[in-house]
């Protein structure tokens, strides 16, 4: 019977993902975020308009006025938009030192009227320049403006109130600039997530093909030719061997369809038995120590894909006489070992479709704790793979990109 599997790993990564996705869909667009912020500036700029025409500023005066409050809208738009923080050292200089000017020499005609723009200055500050400099700045743009009201001659209570203004506005203006920065990249990382999951879903897909079809096709591939052979001369064999080959047919047909379905559960056992059929179909002795104890449905799939991709990498790679498979558990390590003469020396598979199989094999065993080492010379090649036999606690999920090992 059939068991859904999903390892530890990709469950845990797939409700993170779509954890994220589904916190992200609560906040503000971009777009809207810009606007709160350019909506929280302009009343800013507008309560600086109403105290300048209330004070009774006419004429060149309030044409005058109205012109630096513009600048110092422009100014503080360009300062607070996303990146701006990354300009050249000699722009930021430049502008921060126009956004000076046209807040500090108002003050001498308009005096306190004009104390909120300063506020946007402390706030530029905390947006362009690096942390400690910027919040050494951002103080003292607030300690100035004790200034203006000593000078109308106002109450001390005053100059504590634009101080605190100033020092508020800045703070605003800063944090409305980086939300709306970390909003725009909130988005922007949710499509990443949403195409590195359907990417990584290709992987997992491509891998499971490669691993569970390799070996079927090779299999069937081999059978046709003995049962091409054995036509002529024993049609009763060739009977059976055609009833092997629609056996593994259809376990082909169920593994696409576990593949599709995320049903992938393997039995090494039934693998073992059916690698000694292709095998000797192939004419190659099979010599098998089989001990096997308790394993978990991870660590019995993991290893059963293992041996599927070794038998095929045999049939495929060289010309075996002998090959010997050991699957034995011992205080509680599970090991494989697959081991095969008949290799050329320096041969290289040079088909641009030869796959990575052992790397893949490398990933799936990481997943469950395991390891995977290939030993290639004198004529013999050796795959082992040693693993806990209940797995390793909180699997991790494999990464995209295959190691590389000798094929």
Known sequence: MTHRHNSAGEVAEAVRVEGILRRSRDLPAPRMAEVILIVAIL????????????AGVEGPGLLVALGSLGAVFGL????????????????????????AAFTYLPLITLKTQWGAMAGFLAGSLLLLLPAGLGWALYGLVGVSMLVPPVMEGRPAIDSVYLVQTTLLTGLVTFGLSRLSELVRVLHESRGELTRAAVTRERLRFARDLHDLLGYSLSAITLKGELIHRLIPAHPAKARAEIEDVLAISRQSLADVRRVASGYRDMSLEEEIGSARSVLSAAEVEAVTDIRLGGVSRPVD????????????????????????????????????SVTNDGVSEGYRDTSPHSGSGLGN?????????????????A???????????QGAPGPREPEDEPARLPA
């Open 301 to 336: 799939t993991v290893l059963a894909t293992v041996l599927r991709e070794a038998v095929t990498n045999v049939l495929r790679h060289s010309r075996a006489v002998r090959c010997e498979i050991t699957a034995v558990e011992k205080d509680g390590l599970m090991t494989l």
């Open 43 to 54: 009343c800013y700029v507008g309560i600086t308009t109403l105290n300048i025409v209330s």
């Open 361 to 377: 094999l490398e990933l799936r065993l990481q997943a469950v704790g395991g390891v995977l080492t290939v030993d290639r010379g």
């Open 379 to 389: 004529g013999r090649f050796r795959v082992v793979a040693q693993v806990p036999a």
């Open 76 to 99: 503080q738009l360009l300062h607070s938009r996303p990146g701006a923080r990354h300009a050249p050292a000699a722009r930021k200089a430049l502008t921060l030192g126009v956004q």
